[in-house]
């Protein structure tokens, strides 16, 4: 079994080519993951989508994009909210809409297969340089939902450790180390993957790779050229 990692696909309820103006790589991107999904992804596997997920403002509009990703293979898909997830309300209904193999985390944990998956949104920290006072009540909300998600996870007994599920990353824009970071710290993590940027100069500055144990993962797809990338692997 494997698992894998994508975000910020910025589905647009079937339209097509819907992002084409920000270059190369987003021209038919929908159907480039799905291309690519279909080559690496089996039935056994679990994919983690990390937020930014469909562009819209209706639940009803985005289940056509996530009844698209439902098709898809993979035993398991597990997403969180990402900041242009506004389809994503209330957590209650976001759930009660999701078809067979989608689990929507928030704050919370789930094991699949043996593994013990938790996921949170996380936010703008405090030491990044585009931190403005506005952010600081859904950061504080962010590090709350981060530690119950953690500890969600410890309790469902993690015997290979936690894959957390992020959107935004635990470094800063010019790549530190933020409270998110420190948090995961105290719990026996083993990945986590976070997504959000978009531009080159923000993905060099971005620490990825081993780090305290910890393997990070990028997965915006526009980073990973619409490949979805193999995060964890039994
Ligand atoms: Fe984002």
Redesign the pocket.
């Known amino acids: 079994m494997k698992i894998w990692g994508i975000s ?1 696909t910025h589905f647009q309820h079937g339209q097509v080519d819907s992002m084409s103006n920000y270059g190369e790589v987003w021209v038919h991107h929908t159907e480039k993951i799905i291309e690519n999904w279909k080559e690496v992804v089996s039935g056994e596997d679990l994919v983690l989508i990390g ?2 997920i469909v562009w819209s403002t209706r639940l009803d509009q985005a289940l056509t994009d996530i009844r698209m990703i439902d098709r898809l293979p993979g035993k398991m898909k597990i997403i969180i909210q ?3 997830d506004c389809w994503w309300q209330e957590y209650e209904s976001v759930c009660g809409a999701m078809p067979e193999t989608i689990v929507a985390l928030e704050g919370n944990a789930v094991k699949l297969e043996g593994q013990v998956i938790c996921g949170t949104r996380g936010w703008i920290s405090p030491n990044d340089p585009d931190f403005e006072v506005l952010d600081r009540n859904t950061f504080d909300r962010e590090m709350v939902l981060l530690r119950n998600a953690l500890d969600a996870a410890v309790k469902l007994d993690p015997v290979d450790g936690i894959h957390l599920l992020m ?2 990353p635990p470094f800063t824009t010019n790549g530190y180390r933020t409270p998110f970071f420190d948090r995961i710290l105290e719990y026996p993590v083993i990945t986590c993957t976070y ?2 940027f978009h531009v080159k100069k923000e993905w060099d500055a971005l620490p990825k790779g081993m780090i305290e144990g910890i393997t990070f993962h990028l997965t915006s797809t526009d980073y990973l050229e619409n490949k979805p990338v193999l995060i964890w692997q039994g």
């Open positions: 910020d937020g930014d990402g900041n242009h959107h935004f997504g959000h």
